[in-house]
């Protein structure tokens, strides 16, 4: 992505595109999404291909990612390949080689980065995004990659996750949501099922404290999880944020 002044006036938008292009060789398209609301959202439904192609490849981990314009991806991918090798080893906590466990949830999946780089780990991977492009790059990066126990699921992560955690039976889920955090619904219904360990990526410290607060104390049926350790990362130097990975297991 480059940072460009906006177009002088009468400038149509395709020669606006056309002059980024020759100005900017590295890019590979330039593209225009419409976006009408004005809430925290970012992207709307529509982008429309002025130049060029509407996806870039990245590798992190000997994979290649297919990642379109409005796809969710970790900007600082050097600080992923970190954030990759936390989860891994407090997925390997128990037993350091080998597949640990017949299935994994990735809640708020994106372009499928932790399920795809941790598909080794479980017989059947499941990840769940509410952005259609994200999903349709992860399912492309799983072919390409010749991984095969991956299963993305369209739709909202409060929609989706009690039917899954009842039919599918996840021992471990990992949650990475967006700043807002999870749902009291969604933890509750993680309490309420048999998994017996959480990773919950954050970016946000507060939503964090108070998601974690839910899973170790608010449980109506006792069956509580506990904190093992919580690692933060810094994904974005420079800047106050700071990004927390924890593992709870079930008590
Ligand atoms: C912080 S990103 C994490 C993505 C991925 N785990 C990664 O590391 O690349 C959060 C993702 O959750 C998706 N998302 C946000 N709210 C959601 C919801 N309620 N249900 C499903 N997906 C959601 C966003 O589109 C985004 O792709």
């Known amino acids: 992505m480059v940072a460009v002044e906006m177009p002088r ?3 149509s938008t395709q020669d606006f595109a056309k002059e980024i292009m020759e100005n900017h060789p590295e890019l590979v398209g330039v593209c225009l999404n419409i976006n009408k609301n004005t809430t925290n959202v970012i992207y709307g439904e529509k982008t429309i291909v002025l130049k060029g192609r509407e996806y ?43 597949r ?10 994106g372009t499928g980065l932790i399920s795809l780089c941790l ?25 390409d990659n010749g991984i095969r126990n991956t299963k993305f699921i369209l739709g909202k992560v409060e929609n989706k996750i009690k039917e899954i955690l009842e039919n599918e039976k996840p021992e471990i889920v990992i949650l990475d949501p967006p700043r807002a955090g999870c749902t009291k619904k969604i ?13 919950y990526v954050s970016c946000n410290p507060t939503t964090l404290a108070r998601d974690l607060d839910v ?8 069956r509580l999880y506990e904190i093992k350790s919580i690692q933060p ?9 700071i990004e927390c990975v924890c593992l709870l297991e079930r008590i």
Not at 121 to 137: L, P, R, T
Not at 189 to 198: E, L, T
Not at 215 to 222: E, F, K, M, N, T
């Open 187 to 199: 933890l509750e219904n993680i309490i309420n099922s048999n998994v017996k360990r959480i990773i």
């Open 9 to 11: 006036r009468g400038v």
């Open 233 to 241: 990362l810094d994904m974005f130097p420079h800047t106050y944020h």
């Open 119 to 143: 598909a080794k780990y479980a017989n059947k991977v499941i990840g769940i995004e509410e952005i259609k492009q994200s999903i349709d790059d992860a399912i492309y990066s799983a072919r």
């Open 56 to 98: 870039i490849f990245e590798k992190i981990k000997d994979l290649r990612f297919k990642i379109s314009a409005t796809s969710f991806f970790q900007i600082n991918t050097e600080q992923a390949e970190k954030l990759l090798d936390v989860i891994d080893e407090m997925i390997c906590r128990d037993a350091p080689s080998g």
């Open 215 to 222: 899973l170790c104390r608010d449980a109506p049926s006792g």
């Open 100 to 109: 640990l466990y017949n299935v994994f949830l990735d809640a708020y999946c």
